[in-house]
């Protein structure tokens, strides 16, 4: 990839225009104008143009690298209004992690659940043989498939050094070695595999004459967040940037930018200032909704409106209560961001193992900080500041006062907070005000296997059906009735 000259792909329409084509659209008996757009392409516009760069070296991947084709991903390079596609990148890390997370028993979509289970291990497993693309890793194997001899190789080394293979993928010993060290493994080999795109990606671009100190990652590999930090601490880019639909809840959002300033034209706007997009992309919720809901279940809650939820909510919290905070349009990704969240004090171990209870998660699975922006360096290091989305860890610089959110590999995932989150941002500054901490534990609001909640009748659901102590929703305290 980072052998070849691609300045002429620079002034080829047929390769600027090649990954989108015009079609109609009949809707209720109306012929309507359109396009259809490609999925990497999609995700390329929504990264891009959302990140305020005036130009940019881009990385797609998600799916599977196979030779042919680009279905794993793209490497493009933005300027100004316009998206230039320059090379497949042919990654199967993406397959690869996924794949190993059902290995484990993790689920279908266990991903986030192996990045979690990673620091618990050690990388014994790892081989630098494996660091490449599809191609690379296929030519020193004598052997394509990628996904399938990765597993072998873990299992049988495992088998070479002892390991106790009785426990593989067993859920009740998730956290014996033969899981944890392979999850490291695994973790360390897409780290490693993504610096390597990276790398190879600036050269192509050094080559070409093109100089950039911008990085937009995205797909749904943009997700891994130890694989972000370790990118933005030892990667060549100065600068980089991921949106929070960065998976495939952000396509729609990237075909819309890309029709508007790549085919129509239209201009960007630059970002100033650390600025970046809202993410509460969610429909408006009105109060009389909320009230609808609240009279349905007025026979076993207690309501009441108040006029200081966010200090009320604050002096919870610091009180060690568990509490659901549930503010205006809900955020788009697959993080909950300060407007869908469960909240605890981070200050008491025990709420690790407490909100996982509620959830009815695994006990060992971590937590987030949302931590007020102008704190965040205070507390957290080696990673970019600011960090709104939720998409890169940090190493806790004090883990003894906030052990509830630090993993034990004194990692932590972070959410930087400012006015733009709204009432949010308001409560932990009030806690900040009584604890001295200026972060509280957030983790997403919802039930196993369940989506973010949506509707206030979805948000009431779960406060009667767990041990969740106290719902602030938009302005309304509501606690259980005895």
């Known amino acids: 990839m980072g052998m070849f000259d691609v300045r002429s792909f620079l002034k080829n329409e047929k390769i600027k225009n090649g990954f989108h084509y015009p079609v109609s659209i009949s809707l209720r008996g109306k012929s309507i104008a359109g396009y259809f757009i490609n999925h990497h392409i999609a995700h390329a516009a929504s990264c891009y143009y959302s990140s305020g760069f005036q130009d940019s070296a881009i990385i797609t991947h998600d799916g599977f690298g196979n030779g042919f084709g680009y279905h794993s991903g793209l490497v493009l390079y933005g300027r100004d209004n316009n998206l230039y596609p320059l090379s497949p990148n042919h990654l199967s890390i993406g397959s690869l992690y996924k794949s190993v997370a059902i290995m484990l028993n993790l689920g279908g979509f266990g991903e986030g659940k192996l990045m979690g289970l990673a620091p618990y291990g050690k990388p014994h497993f790892f081989h630098q043989g494996f660091v490449e693309n599809w191609f690379g890793v296929g030519r020193r194997f004598k052997n394509v498939n990628q996904l399938n001899l990765w597993k072998e190789y873990c299992r049988n080394t495992a088998k070479d050094m002892g390991y106790n293979m009785d426990f593989l993928g067993n859920k009740d010993k998730i956290t014996d070695p033969i899981n944890t060290d392979i999850a490291a493994s695994t973790q360390k080999l897409f780290e490693e595999c993504y610096l390597y795109a990276v790398n190879m990606t600036r050269s192509l671009l050094s080559r070409s004459g093109i100089n950039t100190n911008n990085l937009c990652l995205t797909g749904g590999t943009a997700l891994n967040c130890p694989s972000n930090s370790k990118i933005y601490n030892e990667g060549p880019f100065k600068n980089l940037f991921i949106e929070a639909s960065c998976s495939d809840d952000g396509l729609a959002i990237g075909s819309a930018l890309y029709l508007y300033h790549h085919i129509k034209g239209n201009k960007l706007s630059l970002k100033t200032n650390n ?157 900040y005000k009584l604890s001295k901490v200026p972060l509280v534990m957030n983790t997403s609001f919802n039930g196993p296997g369940e989506p973010i909640i949506e509707t206030p009748k979805e948000a009431l659901n779960f406060l009667l059906n767990t041990e969740l102590d106290v719902l602030y929703i938009d302005g309304y305290k509501v606690q259980r009735r005895s």
Request: charged letters at 25%; aromatic letters at 14%; hydrophobic letters at 35%.
């Open 275 to 431: 600025t970046f997009i809202s993410p509460y992309f969610g429909r408006t919720i009105k109060e009389n909704e909320i009230v609808e809901a609240l009279r349905i279940f007025e026979s076993k809650i207690i309501y009441k409106k108040i006029n200081d939820s966010a200090m009320q909510a604050a002096h919870d919290v610091f009180g060690n209560k568990v509490i659901a905070w549930y503010e205006g349009k809900s955020e788009i990704g697959p993080r909950s961001l300060g407007h869908r969240s469960l909240i605890s004090n981070p200050t008491y171990k025990d709420n690790w193992k407490r909100v996982n209870k509620i959830k009815h998660r695994e006990w060992w699975r971590p937590f987030a900080p949302s931590v007020l922006e102008e704190e965040a360096d205070k507390w957290f290091e080696n990673m970019p500041f600011p960090s709104p989305y939720m998409l890169f860890t940090g190493k806790v610089i004090n883990p003894d006062k906030i052990p509830a959110i630090t993993h034990v590999d004194n990692s932590s995932r972070i959410q930087t907070v400012n006015k733009s989150s709204g009432q949010y941002y308001q409560m932990i500054k009030e806690f």
